[in-house]
């Protein structure tokens, strides 16, 4: 549990600093304050959670096909 959530928190890192790394640099605690009237992609105050929550999910799905990929491999 505790891997996943570093892998999830780091996901987020990444998005947040690749997407807004000018507003995180010069003026963090106005951007984090301007949060309730964001309106990303129609997710509002929503979308630091949601984006990062759904490419988490495409990786965990990645790694369940390698996975999965990896088990029938060993069975041959």
């Known amino acids: 549990m505790k891997k996943e959530l570093m892998i999830f928190l780091g996901i987020f890192l990444v998005l947040a600093l690749g997407m807004h790394f000018k507003e995180w640099t010069s003026h963090p605690i106005e951007h984090i ?3 309730p009237g964001a309106g990303a992609f129609g997710l509002g105050p929503w979308h630091p959670l949601i984006i990062p929550a759904f490419i988490y999910l495409v990786f965990l799905l990645l790694r369940g096909i390698v996975k999965l990929f990896d088990t029938v491999k060993s069975r041959f």
Do not use: F, N, Y
Request: glycine content about 0%.
């Open 33 to 35: 304050m301007a949060l």
